[in-house]
Nanobody, 122 residues
Framework: QVQLVESGGGLVQAGGSLALSCVAS??????YGWFRQSPGKEREFVAA????????YYADSVKGRFTISSANAENTVYLQMNSLKPEDTAVYYC?????????????????WGQGTQVTVSS
């Protein structure tokens, strides 16, 4: 009965901001991550957070613009996206894995949400 549900996607102009959230139910995970995928491209790592120690990791392409955070008691993970660019346009997926460490490889994650569309216009 594990479930991850994303929300917060939408349409925004370049330079704008958008906030995504992911709520996990059915289990408490050690690591949460955000990935994104656009048509014709591979699913790519965006950011990850470790529950124990609050370690955060970012892809170079979003470092300084995106912030990942969590609310432990609610098993909720957030992705604040600022200074958005057209190349950020993609379906964004929340992912979770049972055990450490964090990973930039999608295949290492155990559960996935259905995704939420983020579109950045130029």
């Amino acid at each position: 009965q594990v479930q991850l549900v994303e929300s917060g996607g939408g349409l925004v102009q370049a330079g704008g901001s958008l906030a995504l959230s992911c709520v996990a139910s059915g289990h408490t995970f050690d690591t949460y991550g955000w990935f994104r995928q656009s048509p014709g491209k591979e699913r790519e790592f965006v950011a990850a957070i470790a529950w124990n120690g609050y370690s955060r990791y970012y892809a170079d392409s979003v470092k300084g613009r995106f912030t990942i955070s969590s609310a432990n008691a609610e098993n909720t993970v957030y992705l604040q996206m600022n200074s958005l660019k057209p190349e950020d346009t993609a379906v964004y997926y929340c992912a979770a894995k049972y055990s450490p460490p964090y990973s930039t490889y999608a295949g290492h994650y155990d559960y996935w949400g259905q995704g939420t569309q983020v579109t950045v216009s130029s």
